[in-house]
């Protein structure tokens, strides 16, 4: 397999790096038990929307291809019980390619497993361009007795179109059936995707008309310097030095000079370190002038920590006007650096971050 290598860059406590990541290289999946995960209903979860093609199917009704769309029917229970996809026989290996409605930021994919346990041994991811990427791959063995959720983390994080599923019934001792197939944003992840902070709110997106009516309190601090950034847009007009102080483009929107921005819409994530004075915050305003929606991660960074404060799933949010994401913290903490990620690709554009504030 000849694996597509994609340059990702990671701004780590100051330390801006670049580095060539071949999509394909095999991640640890586990299959873990039926309530093992609590996110099965967050909305932002997408599950399998259509069949792009099959090896074979039981028949053309409760066992068919079709049965692998939508939210699991038969999980958390095991057995040979209609509402999946099922192999042919029992000693046949089969496949099954599956397309989310639109490609879709992935930090996890799951596969709900509930007869033959066991027998899917090979996940290939559909990236957003088409192109198949190797997901994860095992042995395959006999099928265990309870149904099975597996869970892949999806590394570095990004739009998947769909996914391919390889399975073999003779090794795992009887049909294989899979009932539910999903692409999960990292916020929703089961494992290891970082949790934000508790109790943290955010008030959404303001528009530049609600902003206005409820605009940033003159106590408000804003960022005095960048400790890094993994690209940026030239060194003058979109350099990451244009986030710092109070916004030069809002209320206006679009590819205007007096932001940062990334140097690719092609990147899959880009990240930008900012500095303050410390401040004991209780909110964090962020004024996105293009690209809104790209911005999805913050975390606090502030002497060497590491804490996820608000996460969201990357996605376009206005194509035509600027939005000031406001972060309400559930208590004042002490912050004097902010790591902001934003995700070109998932938005095809280039987030643009005018200014940032903590506010006491
Ligand atoms: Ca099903």
């Known amino acids: 397999m000849n694996h597509r290598a994609l340059r990702v860059c990671a701004a780590l406590l100051g330390l801006a790096a670049c580095r060539t990541v071949a999509l394909g290289a095999q991640v640890s ?58 192999t042919l026989s029992s000693g046949s290996s089969d496949w099954i390619d599956l397309s989310f409605a639109a490609p879709t930021f992935a930090g996890e994919v799951w596969v709900f497993e509930t007869y033959g346990v066991g027998g899917l041994y090979r996940v290939t991811a559909i990236e957003a361009n088409g192109a198949p990427t190797p997901l994860w791959s095992t042995t395959p063995v006999r099928g265990r007795g309870t149904a099975g959720q597996l869970v892949m983390p999806v590394v570095p994080a990004r739009p998947l179109a769909g996914v391919r599923l390889e399975v073999s019934a003779s090794a795992a001792g009887g049909y294989v059936q899979i009932d539910a197939v999903a692409a999960v944003p990292p916020n929703a992840a089961c494992l290891g995707g970082p949790k934000p902070l508790s109790g943290v709110a955010a008030s959404g997106r303001l528009t530049p008309a609600e902003y206005s ?62 500095e303050f004075p410390t401040t004991w915050a209780r909110q964090i305003w962020v004024f996105e002038t293009y690209g809104v929606g790209g911005l999805f991660q913050i975390f606090d960074v502030s002497g060497g920590a590491r804490t996820l404060l608000w996460s969201a799933t990357p996605a376009v949010v206005s194509a035509s006007e600027a939005r000031v994401l406001r972060v309400d913290l559930p208590a004042a903490r002490p912050i004097s650096a902010l790591r902001l990620v934003v995700a070109p690709a998932a938005v095809q554009s280039y987030p643009e971050l005018d200014a940032v504030a903590l506010v006491p």
Do not use: M
Not at 49 to 64: I, T
Not at 229 to 247: L, R
Not at 256 to 267: E, K
């Open 29 to 86: 999946a586990r299959r873990v038990d039926p309530g093992a995960c609590p996110n099965l209903t967050d909305p932002s979860i997408q599950w399998a929307a259509s069949v792009r093609g099959f090896s074979n199917q039981y028949n053309n009704a409760g066992w068919s291809a079709r049965q692998a769309l939508g939210r699991p029917d038969v999980f958390p229970r095991h057995g040979d019980i209609a509402g999946t996809w099922s």
């Open 213 to 274: 009516a409820s605009p940033i309190p003159g106590s408000a601090v804003w960022a005095r310097g960048v400790a890094s950034f993994t690209t940026q847009y030239g060194t003058s007009s979109w350099a990451a030095q244009q986030i710092v102080g109070p916004p030069t483009v809002f209320p206006a929107h679009g590819d205007r000079p007096g932001a940062w921005a990334p140097r690719s819409t092609a990147n899959l994530e880009d990240a930008i370190v900012v």
